[in-house]
């Protein structure tokens, strides 16, 4: 796979040694091939997607960790990320990840997903964080999630929107915070769901599956 031309929508990300190879690629390559749009990132994701070990390290997994793109307006509309996508730490300033498909393990622990952050109809794989995430009205409608999801000591805020989400089994809201006129209208919920000590759980519907 390595002597095979690469795609001219991606090559020139890989011309830099500082972005890794397209099989073992670097944060710095991470930010410069997202720049380029959808078309480029799925294409390169689809041809080099992540590895996961029997320890369940992920090779070859995005990395946007510590990124501060509060002054930067990139669109992770439609992305393909694979498994182990990172985004600890990392600011937004209105986090765009609208139909974006994300596989196991994604993390946005501590994540500032900004004003308004959409991720309507984004897929998130088994064991997917958002812990101590922060944003302000944020869309997650229509999103699908699987199993083991952690939203604990997340700060929501008002206006946020899960109306029509799909929620597999083990999902925990623990000590996350939602303000007014939170909606759940239509959401499906597998098996053991927590909203252990949230503040202001306001409004919405909630269908629990059996």
Not at 60 to 67: G, L, R
Request: proline share 3%; glycine share 12%; hydrophobic share 40%.
């Amino acid at each position: 796979m390595a002597s095979e031309p690469l795609d001219p929508l991606y090559a020139a990300v890989f011309e830099n040694p500082e972005h890794g190879t397209p099989d073992d690629i670097t944060q710095a390559g991470c930010l410069a091939l997202a720049r380029l749009g959808k078309e480029a990132w799925n294409a390169w994701r689809g041809k080099y997607p992540t590895q996961v070990d029997f320890l369940f390290s992920v090779r070859n997994a995005a990395n946007f960790s510590n990124c501060d793109f509060s002054g930067e307006h990139l669109s992770f509309d439609g992305f393909k990320f694979g498994d182990g996508a990172k985004f600890i730490d990392t600011d937004f300033g209105q986090a765009n990840f609208v139909n974006a498909e994300f596989g196991d393990f994604t993390v946005f622990l501590n994540a500032s997903l900004g004003i308004h952050p959409s991720f309507y109809g984004a897929r998130f794989g088994r064991g997917t964080t958002f812990a101590l995430a922060t944003c302000y009205s944020a869309i997650f409608s229509c999103a699908q999630f699987a199993d083991d999801i952690l939203f604990d000591g997340a700060h929501f805020g008002d206006d946020t929107a899960f109306n029509g989400a799909k929620f597999g089994n083990n999902t925990s809201f623990k000590d996350a915070e939602f303000g007014e006129n939170t909606r759940f209208n239509g959401a499906e919920f597998g098996l053991s769901i927590s909203f252990i000590s949230q503040v202001g759980w306001a409004g919405g519907f909630a269908h629990r599956l059996h």
